[in-house]
């Protein structure tokens, strides 16, 4: 044998023992998340048909991309018509019962307005979130001529709220508009490098041109998926922003994200910039824009507003919502919207000081339960009747 042919067999061996071994690897991957994992872990790192084969067609996670489509201006809206053994969204895209793009002449309308927090994530049943125990509430006290719409998006910054306020909720002809607004326009301030922090927020976002999403052929890989998963390369297909949305170049929250969940924070890019010095760097001057607009939009259509301050619990341990970058960046918010209140003469509840931090109104730091969203309805309800319906009766 020349020694081209030996050096040939030897290469041929080395990929034959490497094929082999990553064969291996992958029957070992997808023994374990099939059989061993426990359901979290298998949800985490399963591939969105792998869950729909485990759980069925009809399965539903909070952020699949079942629970959403394309919106040709705002990016996505709730899918039209879902329905879930639980959940549903009405025939406009709202999650709850079907409502009239006009209103009755008898009925007092409320539109709240924000994120998944408003959506209500934390609870699968429409009826357990916030706006519908608001109206339950407010029938409960003889205001049954109140009608409230629920408008959140799960993962709506100020942005696409500003967007959902002018386009999809206006239209609606609301008496009043509630703002919620948190934790996302945190998400959109981890750009790198700073003069990629842009007011169209294409520093954080880029558009999505299908509605379908096409995994990179590496992701087919049960491994390589775990792998990249746990280094921040891609997410969890069964992430809410995996189907949702593509994410810019300059965007280092899901590297961030990912850091955190695998514990190797700080890493890459982190070593150099710490999280509170890249929010630093991107003051929260689109998010006090955006608020400014959607108030005085609403104003300008004879719409009243009633803000409210945004709630975390650090008690649950995420970076989210414990980090010192995240704590300091929900107070920076939270003293905008006061101060927005005070200076443009809107309704405020100071949520972040007045609710209880106690875990069981929690499903995570940011999200509430049935308990917790009853909690919110209460109080904007005191509030409306208080301040709006007694007032106006005098």
Do not use: C, K
């Given at each position: 044998m020349t020694r081209i042919e030996?050096?040939?067999?030897r290469l041929c061996l080395i990929i034959i023992s490497f094929i082999f071994t990553f064969v291996l690897i992958e029957s070992l991957s997808n023994f374990y998340l099939w059989n061993i994992a426990d359901e979290a872990t298998f949800r985490f790192f399963a591939t969105i048909d792998q869950v729909k084969s485990r759980y069925g067609q009809d399965f539903y996670t909070d952020g699949s991309e079942l629970l959403y489509e394309p919106h040709h201006y705002i990016g996505y809206i709730p899918r039209i018509n879902h329905r879930t053994d639980t959940n549903y969204h009405n025939a406009l895209g709202f999650r709850g019962d079907e409502i009239t793009i006009e209103k009755p002449d008898d009925?007092?309308?409320?539109?709240?307005?924000?994120?998944?927090?408003?959506?209500?994530?934390?609870?699968?049943?429409?009826?357990?979130?916030?706006?519908?125990?608001?109206?339950?509430?407010?029938?409960?006290?003889?205001?049954?001529?109140?009608e409230v719409i629920n408008a959140g998006v799960g993962g709506y910054t100020s942005y696409e709220s500003l967007l959902n306020l002018q386009m999809r909720v206006l239209p609606l002809e609301p008496d009043l508009i509630v703002i919620y607004q948190g934790s996302n326009d945190i998400h959109a301030r981890?750009?790198?490098?700073?003069?990629?922090?842009?007011?169209?927020?294409?520093?954080?976002r880029e558009p999505r041109v299908q509605d379908i999403v096409i995994p990179k052929i590496w992701e087919y890989s049960t491994?390589?998926?775990?792998?990249?998963?746990?280094?921040?390369?891609?997410?969890?297909?069964?992430?809410?922003?995996?189907?949702r949305n593509n994410w810019s170049p300059s965007s280092q929250y899901n590297l961030l994200n990912q850091q955190h969940r695998s514990g190797i924070y700080p890493s890459g890019i982190f070593t150099d910039i710490s999280a509170v010095e890249m929010l630093d760097a991107n003051p929260p001057i689109n998010f006090e824009r955006n608020l400014r607009n959607m108030v005085a939009t609403s104003l300008a259509n004879d719409v009243e507003v009633l803000l409210m301050t945004y709630v975390i619990n650090p008690e649950f341990g995420e970076f989210k919502v414990s980090s010192d970058a995240y704590i300091s960046a929900t107070s920076e918010h939270n003293d905008i919207t006061r101060a927005m209140s005070e200076q443009m003469g809107t309704f405020l509840i100071d949520l972040a000081t007045t609710f209880p931090q106690s875990q069981e109104h929690f499903t995570d730091g940011r999200h509430f339960t049935r308990s917790g969203n009853l909690i919110i309805a209460e109080q904007v309800g005191t509030y409306i009747i208080d301040n709006i319906f007694e007032t106006e009766a005098e």
């Open positions: 030996s050096t040939l067999a009925i007092y309308r409320i539109v709240s307005v924000g994120a998944s927090t408003t959506y209500g994530i934390g609870e699968p049943r429409p009826q357990n979130s916030y706006p519908s125990l608001l109206q339950d509430y407010l029938h409960a006290n003889n205001y049954t001529n109140v981890f750009i790198w490098p700073p003069d990629a922090y842009l007011g169209d927020n294409s520093g954080y491994v390589l998926r775990m792998i990249g998963i746990q280094l921040g390369l891609t997410l969890s297909q069964s992430d809410i922003d995996w189907g």
